[in-house]
């Protein structure tokens, strides 16, 4: 099994905090929203204490396992994803809950633990089932909508300009030979090549911090603010969805008759940032530096290249980076010449990859290739 990274992480900790302030909210309504006497005769404090640390418990359980379902469940959807998390959330909820309470309040005597453990659980599952129905659905439908809303979406929501100037690294990311796997696969199947790319792509994406600008058909379009760690993330991006193609070449064989594979173009400039559209708000980039990044990915096929970037990039990479010069050209559309460099990377002394660990063992890396 993966081990977490940052973005997991993130959804346990919004589960553990969301989930110990639902069980107190629920445990103040029974005690005073309807009058519902506090059987078990422990004080308030030590009741909401309880219910606080249990809650942080169980939410940090929730959303482990609802990482785990993420992963083998890839493609289940939402209505689907809610009924599975509130029957798992349940089961294990008033399973963690009838445990944890006993320990945590050991100074009170069995009778009162009892009463306490009635009180929350077995006169009220009914009430806890829906509320967990209501807070399970808040949860994923935030979830959710986190995936189809861009943080510059948000961020230009409450701005107070119209459009703004920024310095922007943009890569535009195509798959190669993309007419003839759609005419050989067809619509169904070509769509779920795609999906599955860049499903593959959203991990490496998530790690190197890159912004999704759009998609188009079979391309997509990342940006990063402008800095030498960003530059190196936008290289790092192709690298690693690169391999990670490569690591699942076996999967894509056996479904698609193919091993995909991606050309990208990367350029950094000056645009204006704006909101536009009175139909549906949306973030879009004007300016030069994003219709060059365009046309340096157009002459990657012509070059034989499957990365392409300007020369102002080449300077920020770290050593490992080796850059080789193609010349200048003249883009498409374009009135200036520009240098372009294509870019391979040989692994750091302190990177091992995984390829190389596994490699003697075979029959691993055959099974690990096939999912």
């Not at 997991?8 to 909210?25: G, Y």
């Not at 077995?122 to 943080?151: C, D, E, G, P, R």
């Not at 961020?155 to 990311?173: G, T």
């Not at 010349?327 to 460099?341: A, C, N, P, Y």
């Amino acid at each position: 099994m993966r081990s977490y990274n940052k973005k997991d992480i993130k959804w346990i900790s919004v589960n553990a905090i969301t989930w110990s302030l639902s069980k107190q909210l629920f445990l103040a309504i029974q005690l005073w929203g309807v009058g519902r006497a506090n059987t078990a005769q422990l004080p308030a404090s030590l009741l909401f204490t309880v219910i606080a640390l249990t809650g942080l418990l169980e939410g940090t359980v929730f959303g482990c396992l609802d990482v785990i379902l993420d992963r083998v469940f890839k493609k289940i959807r939402f209505t689907g994803r809610v009924i599975i998390n509130v029957c798992i959330n349940l089961g294990v909820g008033l399973l963690l809950t009838t445990l944890l309470l006993p320990p945590m309040v050991g100074s009170v005597v069995i009778n009162e633990v009892a009463a306490l453990s009635t009180l929350l659980v077995t006169s009220n599952v009914l009430i806890i089932a829906i509320y967990m129905l209501l807070v399970t659905f808040l949860l994923q439908f935030s979830k959710v909508a986190a995936m189809w809303i861009q943080t510059h979406d948000i961020r230009q929501l409450f701005s107070s300009d119209e459009q703004v100037e920024e310095d922007r690294i943009f890569m535009f990311l195509d798959m190669k030979s993309s007419t003839s796997h759609a005419e050989s696969l067809g619509p169904a199947r070509y769509s779920m090549l795609i999906r599955d790319c860049f499903s593959d792509m959203s991990e490496a994406a998530g790690r190197n911090k890159a912004e999704l600008y759009q998609y188009v058909g079979d391309e997509v379009v990342f940006t990063w603010k402008t800095s030498d760690e960003n530059i190196e993330r936008s290289i790092q991006l192709y690298f690693e969805f690169k391999e990670a193609l490569n690591n699942r070449s076996m999967y894509y064989m056996k479904h698609y008759g193919i091993i995909p594979e991606f050309k990208a173009g990367i350029h950094q400039g000056k645009v204006i940032r704006a909101c536009v559209s009175s139909i549906r708000k949306a973030t879009a980039y004007h300016g030069d530096a994003i219709n060059t990044a365009s046309r340096i990915q157009d002459k990657c096929n012509a070059l034989s290249c499957g990365l392409l970037i300007s020369s102002g990039l080449r300077k920020a990479l770290p050593e490992y980076y080796k850059t080789f010069r193609k010349g200048h050209f003249q883009l498409r559309g374009k009135h200036e010449v520009i240098e372009l460099f294509t870019v391979k990377r040989t692994e750091p002394e302190s990177i091992i990859p995984l390829q190389s660990i596994m490699a003697g063992n075979r029959t691993f890396r055959v099974w690990l290739n096939m999912f």
